[in-house]
C-alpha cells in the first residue's frame, strides 16, 4: 500500500510518490489517458505537471475528468500566458485562468511559480499577483519550484510559500537541510529529479548536460548499490528523506511507475546503504548544487 502523507500545514494528503507530468506532454491523449489510470490504480494521488510541458494539463484534466478520484494537481507557470508578458503579475493572473481550464478545476491546488530568478520574485510583481489568486480562491496553495537562492528566498518566506518544489536524490543532495526545515515550519515539500534521469543508463558520459552532472557524479561516489538496483535505491533514498512529502516521478512507462511505488512502499533504505551513500556524498560530492 503506498503510503499518504501530509503536504506541510495546507491539509493536503498526497501519495508519496507523485506522477511528474512532462511525459505526458509527449504523449497522444490516449496514451496520457492509460497512464494516468494506472498510476492512480498504484494509489498516486498527486499529478504534478507545467505550463511547459506541452498538452500536459490537457491530458491531464481530461484523464482525470474522466474518473471518479480525489487527485491533487500541482502545475507551475509565470511564463507562456496568452496575451502577457512573461513574469509579470498580468502572466500570473491569465496563466492561473488558462491552468484552471485546461486542468478542467474550479482552483487549482497548487500553483508554482517555475524557476524563476530570486530578483524576480523580488521585484517584479508576480508574488503579490499570485497571492491574490489565492486570496480569491482561484489558487488554493502557492508555491516555488527551483533551485539555488531563488529557492532559499522562498523557502524563508512560509506566510507566502505554502509548498516548495526542489531537485532531491542520491545524486542531488544540496537542498537536504533546506528540504527539512521547510517541513518544520510547516512548508510542503517535493522532490523532483528522484531518479537523478537514471545516469546509471549509459556506459559512456551522455551528450544532456543535466543528465551528464548526474553521471558524473555517480562516476565520483564509486557507490556500489547492492543489494539494491539503482532505482530502487534512488527512490527509496528520496522518498524517505526528512521533510519530503512526496517525490515526483516523470515517465511515460506504466511499469517504471509501478517499480517507483513498489520500491517506495519498501520503505527507507537499509540503515547500512544509507550510510554508505552518506559517507559517499560528503567525501566526493559536498557542496555540489542542485540541478534545475
Known amino acids: ?14 501519495s508519496c510518490v507523485g506522477l511528474g507530468g512532462g511525459a505526458l506532454g509527449e504523449l497522444d491523449a490516449t496514451a496520457a489517458d492509460r497512464l494516468v489510470g494506472r498510476a492512480l490504480d498504484l494509489g498516486v494521488t498527486l499529478f504534478d505537471t507545467a505550463r511547459s510541458y506541452g498538452p500536459s494539463e490537457d491530458h491531464l484534466g481530461a484523464a482525470l475528468a474522466s474518473r471518479a478520484s480525489r487527485a491533487i494537481v500541482v502545475t507551475k507557470g509565470g511564463y507562456g ?7 509579470t503579475p498580468d502572466a500570473i493572473a491569465r496563466g492561473v485562468e488558462g491552468a484552471r481550464r485546461r486542468l478542467r478545476r474550479d482552483a487549482v491546488d497548487v500553483f508554482l511559480l517555475h524557476s524563476c530568478p530570486r530578483g524576480t520574485l523580488e521585484g517584479s510583481g508576480v508574488v503579490e499577483a499570485l497571492v491574490r489568486e489565492r486570496e480569491a480562491g482561484r489558487v488554493r496553495f502557492a508555491g516555488y519550484s527551483g533551485e539555488g537562492d531563488a529557492l532559499a528566498w522562498a523557502a524563508e518566506r ?23 526545515a521547510a517541513a518544520e515550519r510547516g512548508q510542503g515539500v517535493l522532490a523532483k529529479r528522484p531518479l537523478s534521469n537514471a545516469p546509471w543508463r549509459f556506459a559512456e558520459r551522455p551528450e544532456r548536460g543535466d543528465v551528464a552532472t548526474y553521471w558524473d557524479r555517480m562516476r565520483a561516489l564509486g557507490l556500489d548499490p547492492a543489494p539494491l538496483a539503482w532505482d530502487e535505491l534512488a527512490v527509496r533514498f528520496a ?7 512526496s517525490i515526483l516521478v516523470g515517465t511515460a ?4 511507475l509501478a517499480r517507483a511505488v513498489e520500491g517506495v512502499a519498501r520503505g ?25
Not at 522518498?239 to 512529502?245: I, L, T, W
Open 1 to 14: 500500500m503506498l503510503p499518504s502523507r501530509s503536504l506541510g500545514r495546507t491539509g493536503l494528503a498526497v
Open 81 to 87: 500566458a496568452d496575451g502577457a508578458a512573461d513574469w
Open 158 to 180: 512560509p506566510e507566502i510559500f505554502d509548498v516548495l518544489e526542489c531537485s532531491l536524490g542520491v545524486f542531488d543532495r544540496a537542498n537536504e537541510a533546506l528540504a527539512r
Open 239 to 245: 522518498a524517505h528523506a526528512p521533510g519530503v512529502a
Open 253 to 256: 512507462s506504466e511499469g517504471h
Open 268 to 292: 527507507p533504505l537499509p540503515v547500512e546503504l544509507a550510510e554508505r551513500a552518506r559517507g559517499a556524498w560528503e567525501a566526493r560530492c559536498g557542496g555540489a548544487p542542485g540541478v534545475i
